[in-house]
């Protein structure tokens, strides 16, 4: 590009006494083909250049003479030989604010500071109008003292892709701009050059200011938590090798008061270069630490108990799988304990929960002192413990421990000004001796305690085979189970489910009850297992959804067209395949009934051995409306993952939350999370054992949809609850 030699660090002249004209006034212009100093080889390179498109220039830096090509004048809009005083007019056609910048440009080339000439400026055009110009060029002779004599290069119109740049900085900016309003922080890599842009709300979340938090990749890296750093940088070098099509990672970054926030960062690379490599990578923070607390505190209830901070059920049975292999492995033995406290009712009847609370916490500890560190102690539920003794000897005085356990159990407790005195029961089976799977060391435990209560309770109680006698009364109430369907033994009674925000009725949930001819009133607790264990829960199954579909079709014609009844299944029914006219599907077709006339209850036990079987089944109820309900909620591991991989419409919170529900209280801060939890993936919540207005009030609070319990009523025959529905809905209208 042709310079304005007046803005010159230094004047370019030649010898004064050959050239002492002044570079600062106006030169001669002359098109090509001019006589000026040509060679032939000039004549071909410029004929090159014409051929390329690209306007051509020639300066000689001693004269101040300047050459234009033909196409230089054109990109300009004007015919060749058009603009006179070409010098002149060529800085006067720079736009302003360009002109500095060429200049520096010029002179950073004459200086040494640069190996080329080149700058991209703005020049105005005949009709005005501006058109960006490409300009780069290189001296091509000196004198014998080093100085510059001559200068050519060329003049590209970029205008083309001067607008495309443009266009992509406004889409960058409208697309930044809209991730900034969803609340994400925008971070912006440039990979080949090693600095990173970060947005105003990016560094507000970790409580700095743009000035603080240093632009460069490693800034927020140095600040990742040690733990996550490794998985982070694991998958964002999957997406840079294209293993991945976008890259996601979740972790933890410190914070500026030292704190840590969790983060859910999202990216995708933008560019690479030839070979491939990535050369800019744009992407977002989105704060995640609300939704990884309140996992987290319904992952820790998973996995222990939150009054005891025991294991729980399921973490036992995790530990116990593993013992055994190991067990099994090293040949050695194990023992499994079952306890009771003896006469833990009536604390809890006399002195309150809250006692008992306090009883069943100085328990636990008690039994974690009486054991190793290497043994589990657990509890199961209630006053329920399990002790899990792993690494014993055939020469392991097992008796000596129950006894220091029993003797420690039967000391004092002192439940504020109160002192009470409990025992326990303990049943104890050993492995392998007694058997090898853990279901039937589960068994043979239980029937162990079994004995230990019918033996008068304070004592302990080995599995033996004689205990098999248990198992023989089993085999004969499952006898009579066979018959009390046939006989007509059953019933169903019905427990309203309220809705919470308005106080009306329009679901209840389906209760079996068996009239034992001889032995009365049979708790489903005692007959339920056995009817899974001998599969007649399918035939019974089958009985329940049959009178329940009779009762909702009456009820939605004299309750309210909405009305809903959900009944309980257990995993055997999905283990079975059904007769035709046995699909519940079909059948509320053939009735003319809507699929959501029903809710089916299931258990994580459904979900955790879920096989095709489950799925399509689940799928055929999505299909046909039927809304299904994840019973006994925040009792069991399986649940939190399951929501995401299965159709559920419902999570019933299970009564152990809710009986001892409290202001502040960790039940309290366990129900509110998982209501957040099941809101924000689209689910609806139950609460069972309501049994106060207290409860019901902090339900309220947390946002809970449903709740049914004592407090409202009892489970009640089918006239009854109609009654019942009718005086409370009547009672709500204005």
Same mark, same amino acid.
């Given at each position: 590009m042709i310079q304005d030699p007046s803005s010159l660090t230094e004047p370019l002249a030649g010898p004064t006494t050959d050239h002492p004209e002044d570079l600062s006034l106006p030169h001669r212009f002359r098109p090509w083909g001019g006589e000026h100093f040509e060679s032939d080889g000039d004549s071909r390179w410029q004929l090159a250049l014409e051929c390329s498109g690209s306007g051509a220039w020639d300066w000689n830096?001693?004269?101040?003479?300047?050459?234009?090509?033909?196409?230089?004048?054109?990109?300009?809009?004007?015919?060749?030989?058009?603009?006179?005083?070409?010098?002149?007019?060529?800085?006067?056609? =720079?736009?302003?604010?360009?002109?500095?910048?060429?200049?520096?440009? #010029?002179?950073?080339?004459?200086?040494?500071?640069?190996?080329?000439?080149?700058?991209?400026?703005?020049?105005?055009?005949?009709?005005?109008?501006?058109?960006?110009?490409?300009?780069?060029?290189?001296?091509?002779?000196?004198?014998?003292?080093?100085?510059?004599?001559?200068?050519?290069?060329?003049?590209?119109?970029?205008?083309?892709?001067?607008?495309?740049?443009?266009?992509?900085?406004?889409?960058?900016?409208?697309?930044?701009?809209?991730?900034?309003?969803?609340?994400?922080?925008?971070?912006?890599?440039?990979?080949?050059?090693?600095?990173?842009?970060?947005?105003?709300?990016?560094?507000?979340?970790?409580? #700095?200011?743009?000035?603080?938090?240093?632009?460069?990749?490693?800034?927020?890296?140095?600040?990742?938590?040690?733990?996550?750093?490794?998985?982070?940088?694991? !998958?964002?070098?999957?997406? #840079?090798?294209?293993?991945?099509?976008?890259?996601?990672?979740?972790?933890r970054v410190q914070c500026k008061d030292g704190s840590w926030k969790w983060v859910h960062t999202r990216g995708m690379v933008i560019s690479r270069d030839d070979a491939g490599k990535p050369t800019r990578m744009i992407g977002t923070h989105t704060d995640i630490t609300d939704r990884k607390n309140a996992e987290a505190l319904v992952?820790?209830? @998973?996995? #222990?108990?939150?009054?005891?901070?025991?294991?729980?059920?399921?973490?036992?049975?995790?530990?116990?799988?593993?013992?055994?292999?190991?067990?099994?492995? !090293?040949?050695?033995?194990?023992?499994?304990?079952?306890? !009771?406290?003896?006469?833990?009712?009536?604390?809890?009847?006399?002195?309150?929960?809250?006692?008992?609370?306090?009883?069943?916490?100085?328990?636990?500890?008690?039994?974690?002192?009486?054991?190793?560190?290497?043994?589990?102690?657990?509890?199961?539920?209630?006053?329920?413990?399990?002790?899990?003794?792993?690494?014993?000897?055939?020469?392991?005085?097992?008796?000596?421990?129950?006894?220091?356990?029993?003797?420690?159990?039967?000391?004092?407790?002192?439940?504020?000004?109160?002192?009470?005195?409990?025992?326990?029961?303990?049943?104890?089976?050993?492995?392998?001796?007694?058997?090898?799977?853990?279901?039937?060391?589960?068994?043979?435990?239980?029937?162990a305690l079994y004995a230990a209560k019918g033996a008068g309770r304070n004592r302990f109680s080995f599995f033996t085979p004689a205990l098999q006698e248990a198992t023989l009364a089993r085999a004969r109430l499952t006898t009579d189970l066979r018959q009390a369907l046939v006989q007509q033994q059953f019933q169903l009674l019905y427990q309203p489910i309220v809705e919470l925000a308005t106080g009306e009725v329009r679901k209840s949930e389906a209760l079996l009850r068996w009239h034992h001819p001889e032995r009365g009133l049979i708790s489903p607790a005692a007959f339920i297992p056995i009817a899974e264990t001998s599969g007649l829960i399918v035939d019974i199954g089958e009985w329940v959804f049959e009178q329940a579909l009779t009762q909702v079709q009456i009820w939605r014609e004299s309750l309210h067209p909405a009305f809903q009844i959900s009944i309980n299944t257990s995993p055997v029914q999905f283990q079975h395949s059904h007769a035709a006219n046995s699909n519940w599907v079909m059948r509320l077709l053939a009735l003319g009934l809507p699929g959501n006339c029903l809710s089916v209850e299931i258990t994580e036990g459904v979900l955790l051995d879920s096989d095709d079987i489950v799925t399509t089944k689940l799928l055929e109820w999505r299909d046909a409306g039927i809304q299904v309900a994840l019973d006994d909620f925040g009792t069991g591991y399986s649940s939190l993952a399951y929501l995401q991989k299965f159709d559920i419409d419902f999570?019933?919170?299970?009564?152990?939350?809710?009986?001892?529900?409290?202001?502040?209280?960790?039940?309290?801060?366990?129900?509110?999370?998982?209501?957040?939890?099941?809101?924000?993936?689209?689910?609806?919540?139950?609460?069972?054992? =309501?049994?106060?207005?207290?409860?019901?009030?902090?339900?309220?609070?947390?946002?809970?949809?449903?709740?049914?319990?004592?407090?409202?009523?009892?489970?009640? @025959?089918?006239?009854?609850?109609?009654?019942?529905?009718?005086?409370?809905?009547?009672?709500?209208?204005?």
């Open positions: 830096l001693l004269t101040g003479e300047q050459f234009h090509s033909r196409r230089w004048q054109e990109m300009l809009g004007y015919q060749a030989g058009e603009i006179a005083d070409a010098n002149h007019e060529f800085v006067n056609r =720079v736009h302003p604010d360009d002109k500095a910048l060429m200049s520096a440009a #010029f002179n950073d080339y004459l200086q040494g500071r640069t190996d080329s000439y080149s700058a991209d400026v703005r020049l105005r055009c005949k009709d005005g109008s501006w058109k960006w110009i490409h300009t780069r060029g290189t001296v091509v002779s000196h004198d014998a003292q080093g100085r510059a004599l001559r200068m050519i290069g060329i003049h590209t119109d970029i205008s083309d892709r001067k607008a495309a740049e443009s266009a992509l900085r406004d889409n960058e900016e409208r697309w930044k701009l809209a991730l900034e309003s969803t609340g994400d922080g925008v971070w912006d890599w440039h990979i080949a050059s090693g600095r990173e842009f970060f947005s105003k709300r990016l560094v507000e979340m970790y409580g #700095f200011t743009q000035e603080e938090l240093a632009q460069n990749p490693e800034a927020l890296d140095e600040r990742t938590h040690p733990d996550d750093l490794g998985p982070m940088q694991n !998958d964002r070098q999957a997406h #840079f090798n294209g293993l991945t099509p976008t890259y996601s990672n979740e972790h992952r820790q209830h @998973a996995y #222990f108990d939150p009054l005891t901070n025991l294991p729980n059920r399921r973490m036992l049975r995790d530990r116990l799988e593993q013992e055994i292999k190991r067990s099994r492995r !090293d040949a050695l033995q194990l023992a499994i304990l079952f306890i !009771d406290l003896d006469h833990f009712k009536e604390v809890n009847d006399t002195l309150g929960h809250d006692s008992g609370d306090v009883l069943l916490v100085e328990a636990a500890r008690r039994l974690r002192q009486c054991v190793r560190e290497c043994d589990t102690v657990a509890r199961m539920g209630g006053d329920e413990f399990t002790v899990l003794l792993t690494e014993l000897t055939p020469d392991t005085n097992l008796e000596s421990l129950l006894q220091k356990m029993l003797h420690t159990m039967a000391q004092v407790f002192v439940l504020g000004q109160e002192q009470v005195f409990v025992s326990a029961s303990v049943g104890v089976t050993l492995y392998p001796m007694d058997g090898t799977e853990l279901d039937a060391l589960y068994k043979n435990a239980d029937q999570i019933k919170i299970d009564q152990s939350f809710v009986r001892d529900l409290q202001p502040q209280s960790t039940n309290f801060a366990l129900c509110k999370a998982m209501v957040a939890m099941a809101h924000a993936l689209g689910l609806q919540v139950v609460a069972e054992g =309501v049994e106060t207005a207290a409860q019901r009030d902090l339900l309220l609070e947390t946002g809970c949809d449903f709740a049914q319990g004592y407090f409202y009523a009892r489970p009640m @025959a089918p006239e009854g609850l109609h009654v019942w529905v009718t005086d409370r809905n009547a009672g709500l209208q204005p």
